[in-house]
């Protein structure tokens, strides 16, 4: 069944926000997802660490139970917070967000059995799922006809928080103890919950228009099915890398120390990935660029797999961590362009479906692990990579069916 609800473009003027109040809300959005960074790298680079293991009592398997449990807090407030970011605006959304990140950081730190741990996950991907939604509607919001390039920019401080937690676990471990760091990072959510309490926040566009049914009549608009079964791939190849390469290099019998630093070294690609990708923007179609990255995500999974040593497996997380930066900013950039006036609704609607993927690669990735090795789970991130490349030429095809009727 198809819904008439066609792309417009929006019907009011862009914010009057000076620019320093811009770049000022740009900045806390870039909070945020930093935040959202450390959240999906945080289980990743603790599981990559044997004694985190021990300390829980965990193998395997329930190690994919805590990420699946991560993704499912995530996908539970990606849900609800939608309807709610079009009817009241980012700033209530980001202040509780953080708030909940900050508790979940302190409840594994005290965390010592497994039960603890499935907690923290919930309330880990509850605050993250917040931070992750809110963020890119602000910046999607802010900055109109460029958000494509600006929400790349934000993935940057995704990468940045991302890289974070393997990085000074890998680079400061004689330091700080694992659990110094997940204090200091609660200290870092907290400030960022202050800070979204003090900075005002424009009006969001649709509190006085939204309603529910215009909401769903976005939903079931041309393409939203496209867009999301695209993220849903994308979102499940991040998090299985995110969460299971560290433990990849490590089944090779590799130190710790050595897999986190592949581990950092994924999350920098990523991070200059998406540098290059607000670049290339400039010159290039957004779905141009989607299957550029598809196509290199599939030489680099292919890499992953066939590896025969750990320097080989790190040069192809590099190029998949490329590869992956542009895909999953510049599609929402694209549902942005195409339906603004319910950003936060039809963000979270393609959040949520991404996010599926999010919580099953993981646990897939685990089940498949424990009965055959974690080598042939990561199959399953070179299947989607190629999916994606299949669904970028689609969303190239109905782009250009669009394009045509409009100048009829």
């Known amino acids: 069944m198809t819904s008439s609800v066609q792309p417009v473009k929006p019907r009011w003027p862009q914010w009057p926000e000076p620019d320093k109040r811009r770049a000022a809300l740009f900045v806390a959005a870039c909070a945020g997802i930093f935040m959202f960074g ?3 790298a945080l289980l990743g680079t603790l599981f990559g660490l044997p004694e985190m293991r021990a300390r829980l009592g965990v193998d395997l398997a329930q190690q994919g ?24 605006g980012s700033q209530p959304v980001l202040a509780v967000s953080s708030l909940l990140v900050a508790a979940a950081l302190v409840g594994f730190w005290l965390a010592r059995w497994f039960a603890a741990a499935a907690l923290s996950s919930v309330l880990l991907g509850l605050g993250g799922g ?6 890119n509607v602000l910046v999607s919001d802010l900055y109109g006809d460029q958000r494509g390039p600006m929400l790349n920019v934000l993935g940057i401080f995704f990468g940045i928080g991302a890289l974070f937690i393997p990085l000074v676990a890998a680079s400061l471990s004689a330091l700080f103890t694992i659990g110094q760091l997940l204090v200091f990072s609660a200290c870092l959510a907290g400030l960022s919950m202050a800070a979204y309490g003090v900075l005002r926040f424009p009006r969001p566009r649709a509190a ?21 079964l695209l993220l849903f791939c994308q ?18 019998g590799s130190q710790p120390r050595l897999a986190t630093w592949v581990l950092a070294g994924y999350w920098v690609a990523l991070m200059l990935g998406r540098t290059l990708a607000a670049r290339l923007l400039r010159r290039m179609e957004k779905a141009q660029l989607v299957l550029l990255s598809g196509l290199g ?16 497996m790190a040069v192809a997380a590099a190029l998949i961590g490329l590869s992956f930066a542009a895909i999953y900013p510049t599609t929402l950039a694209m549902a942005g362009d195409r339906y603004p006036r319910f950003a936060g609704t039809v963000f979270g609607v ?5 996010l599926i993927g999010g919580g099953g690669f993981p646990w897939v990735i685990g089940q498949v692990s424990q009965l055959v090795g974690v080598r042939y789970a990561m199959l399953l991130p070179l299947a989607s990579a190629a999916t994606i490349c299949v669904l970028a030429t689609r969303i190239m095809r109905f782009d250009s069916r669009i394009t045509a009727a409009s100048r009829q």
């Open 38 to 40: 450390i959240v999906l």
């Open 65 to 88: 139970d805590l990420l699946l449990l991560l993704f499912a807090g995530i996908f539970g407030a990606t849900v609800v917070v939608g309807p709610l970011l079009d009817r009241f």
């Open 130 to 135: 917040g931070l992750n939604t809110s963020a």
């Open 208 to 228: 006085q228009s939204f309603s529910w049914r215009g909401a769903l009549e976005v939903v079931r608009a041309p393409g939203i099915l496209l867009f999301g």
């Open 235 to 252: 979102s499940g190849n991040e998090a299985s890398l995110g969460g299971w390469v560290s433990t990849y290099i490590g089944s090779t």
């Open 297 to 312: 995500s599939v030489a680099g999974s292919a890499l992953l797999v066939a590896a025969p040593s750990v320097g080989v």
């Open 350 to 354: 393609l959040f949520s479906i991404a």
